[in-house]
């Protein structure tokens, strides 16, 4: 599938930023609450000036009206909301949780970010990205993407009774949960060609991506490379819960468990 150079975002950080963390693909859910309850630790911790979460934050995202019931997602609303009184927040949408909108991005006192954007940040600049639309071998999955990333569509499925999604939205996992279990199953990577074409034309030398749950730098020639976040797992073996510490010295893996 073809590369669509789309357009480049920028957030120019302020000086009084000293760290930044960039964290993705923690899939939270009501069902895994150590992961959850290590998400909590972190926020509380931290001694970052600002939080990018670039994607995936939550497993399954099904409207924003899910948060004004009480449950789950109003409680990572509140958790949300209490970190971002300590700094800013920025949230760019994942594969999982694209139907996230502006109603509960204002609930949780969190920015919204365009996939890609560029942060300009201790006299870098760093392309920011989930990654997905780069995995141009996943051509099933693209054009899946395109379809769900349309206000038509979007519009049409958050017409729907609440209920209604959530049921829709369990289909969706068990149909990926089957998929992965497929014998042979590869999954695509993020295309090395179109990730420099990017940078390229970002005017950045660095990508800073998730969603292949495949944490590694890779160099991609040309002064150009790309550093793939973790996905989160505290229940897995080994445990996993990492950050991407961003200074004047550079990036730096920090692992919380």
């Given at each position: ?39 909590r ?24 009206d ?110 990926s ?13 993020v ?12 005017g ?15 160099d ?11 996905d ?26």
């Amino acid at each position: 599938m073809s590369l669509q150079t789309p357009a480049f975002q920028e957030l120019v950080a302020p000086a009084s930023w000293h760290t930044v963390d960039l964290i993705s693909d923690l899939h939270l859910q009501a069902d895994r609450p150590a992961t959850v309850e290590a998400f909590r630790g972190y926020l509380q911790t931290t001694p970052a000036d600002a939080l990018f979460i670039l994607g995936d934050l939550f497993e399954v995202w099904v409207g924003d009206d899910a948060a004004a019931l009480p449950g789950f997602e109003a409680q990572c609303a509140a958790l949300l909301r209490d970190a971002s009184a300590r700094r800013p927040l920025y949230f760019m949408h994942g594969n999982r949780d694209f139907l996230l909108g502006q109603d509960f991005a204002a609930r949780a006192h969190m920015g919204l970010l365009e996939d890609p954007t560029v942060l300009v940040f201790q006299g870098q600049r760093w392309l920011l990205s989930h990654g997905d639309a780069l995995c141009l071998e996943d051509t099933e999955y693209l054009r899946f993407r395109e379809q769900v990333r349309s206000p038509a569509w979007q519009q049409a499925v958050l017409a729907q009774p609440l209920e209604q999604r959530r049921a829709l939205a369990r289909s969706v996992r068990s149909q990926s949960e089957a998929r992965q279990r497929e014998p042979g199953m590869v999954w695509a990577d993020v295309d090395g060609p179109a990730a420099s074409e990017w940078l390229t034309r970002a005017g950045a030398p660095t990508l800073i991506h998730g969603h292949t749950h495949r944490p590694a730098e890779h160099d991609l020639g040309h002064g150009l490379r790309r550093i793939v976040l973790s996905d989160w797992d505290v229940d897995a073996h080994p445990p996993r819960a990492q950050v991407l510490c961003l200074s004047a010295a550079g990036a730096r893996r920090v692992d919380l468990r």
